[in-house]
């Protein structure tokens, strides 16, 4: 019997506009991104320039810190745009898709028949080493290294997240090939972790190769970060890898066809989304399409990722690297006055501050307005009631600010990411970018360690 895992520290939180379950596929965009950004602890090198012809499947550009991992096109075609920011720091490198796809070969192959060495080239030629990550730090791994184990959450809790059964529907073959490929950079275990709360679907059941675990809770019980600190938490000089879902399924798409497929489902969530759906898109694209004639009026936060953790873009914006998500809530750029005193039913509150809680099945339109400036950083005990790890928040993120890196490791620094904070963040009366101070941690651990 597989272990059920129940995490009872969290935050659902009631968000309008969940996608109905239905998968369409849109137009091909005109312009598609590869960003930089979506990586941290980036060097980034350019490989291709503003007027270079590529295939999908050729490097765009190359990390310095691991110069052998490359960084693909998704499309074929011409790069039209090298966008820079604050000292020439590269945000985008964008290509203009051909009508016509062409793709670079990088041959076929079944993992279970190739020696370690052979995958890693492999994946690491074709660029697709970039979906593998590990903890600690978030970094993408290194494919010197050999991990303790590898982690995939198989479901996703955060506000209006994509049912990952339909992400997966019908790629059961793509999905046993990447994990077979997965089954070789380790020694250790594949840990695939699913939702207790509902029947699975069959394309997780029946992977071999991997070890199943069912988690039960609200998020962030979906969250990786989570689910390692409950199977195989991490301590000083540990590394986990970690993957989604349809990433894997690219990578055996990789091994199948020896091309670079950039084919993938995502969500179009929100409450201002008049019509939200599935669609079945290729890394990168321009957003432009989906939410044009498609969203109410006014002025909108356009977000590729979830509300969150997700990055904010315009609304010709490119979807993240990692992101199986475009959500799109009102911007919340007005003033409110006296809004405390009023009952707010209306308003989704964490501590019964509105009368909203009489009303425990309604779900919230809410915008992006910080309700008050950053203020004193105190011990209020909000954050332990929606963080499920064995730390202790407020003193972890202290020690960040002080830049205590012995405090740090004591605290678990090493056992974090941004994400696992985000709630802590969201219910944070003091209004600290908690997230932003986690990063800043992580980033100084990794100078401080190499």
Not at 40 to 54: F, N, P, Q, S, Y
Not at 116 to 122: G, I, P, Q, S
Not at 136 to 146: C, E, G
Request: hydrophobic residues 35%; negative net charge.
């Amino acid at each position: 019997m597989p272990n059920v895992y129940k995490i009872k520290r969290g935050l659902d939180i009631p968000l309008k506009g969940e996608a109905e379950k239905v998968v369409r596929t849109p137009e091909p965009a005109r312009y598609y991104a590869v960003k930089p950004t979506d990586f941290h602890w980036m060097r980034t090198k350019l490989i291709a320039h503003e007027g270079d012809r590529v295939k999908a499947g050729s490097p765009l550009f190359y990390n310095k810190q691991l110069p052998d991992v490359r960084f693909p096109s998704p499309v074929s075609g011409k790069v039209v745009a090298v966008n820079r920011g604050e000292r020439r720091k590269i945000l985008e490198v964008v290509v203009e898709a051909d009508e016509k796809m062409e793709y670079e070969e990088f041959g076929k192959g079944e993992p279970r028949e190739m020696k370690r060495d052979e995958v890693v080239d492999k994946l690491v030629k074709s660029g697709l080493w970039t979906f593998i990550r590990q903890r600690p730090y978030s970094t993408i791994a290194n494919p010197a290294d050999t991990p303790q184990s590898i982690f995939i959450s198989g479901f996703d809790t955060a506000p209006l997240a994509p049912d990952n059964d339909i992400l997966v529907k019908g790629e059961g073959e793509n999905f046993q090939r990447g994990i077979d490929a997965l089954g070789q950079l380790t020694e250790g275990k594949i840990h695939l972790n699913l939702n207790a709360a509902y029947p699975p679907s069959e394309v997780f059941t029946q992977a071999r190769g991997v070890e199943h675990h069912y988690f039960k809770g609200p998020h962030p019980a979906g969250n990786v970060g989570v689910q390692i600190n409950r199977i195989d938490p991490i301590n000083a000089g540990d590394i986990v890898w970690y993957i989604y879902p349809q990433d894997i399924i690219t990578i055996g798409k990789l091994f199948g066809r020896g091309i670079y497929d950039a084919s993938k489902v995502i969500a179009l969530t929100g409450s201002e989304v008049e019509k939200p759906l599935y669609y079945r898109v290729l890394r990168g694209r321009s957003i432009e399409q989906l939410v044009r004639g498609n969203v109410s009026p006014g002025t909108l936060r356009y977000i590729s990722g979830h509300v969150l953790t997700g990055d904010q873009v315009n609304s010709d914006g490119y979807l993240g690297h990692y992101h199986d998500q475009v959500t799109v809530i009102p911007e919340g750029n007005y003033h409110e006055l006296l809004g405390w005193a009023l009952p707010g039913l209306n308003k989704f509150s964490t501590s019964r501050s509105f009368f909203s809680w009489l009303q425990p099945n309604r779900k919230y339109r809410i915008d992006t307005n910080l309700k008050g400036g950053e203020r004193a950083f105190v011990v209020s005990g909000e954050y332990e009631k929606v963080c499920p790890l064995d730390i202790y928040p407020v003193e972890l993120l202290k020690a960040i600010m002080i830049g205590d890196v012995e405090l740090m490791e004591k605290l678990g620094i090493y056992e974090v990411d941004e994400e696992d904070f985000a709630l802590c963040e969201f219910v944070c009366t003091s209004k600290t970018p908690v997230q932003s101070v986690v990063r800043q941690g992580l980033n100084m651990m990794i100078e401080e360690m190499s």
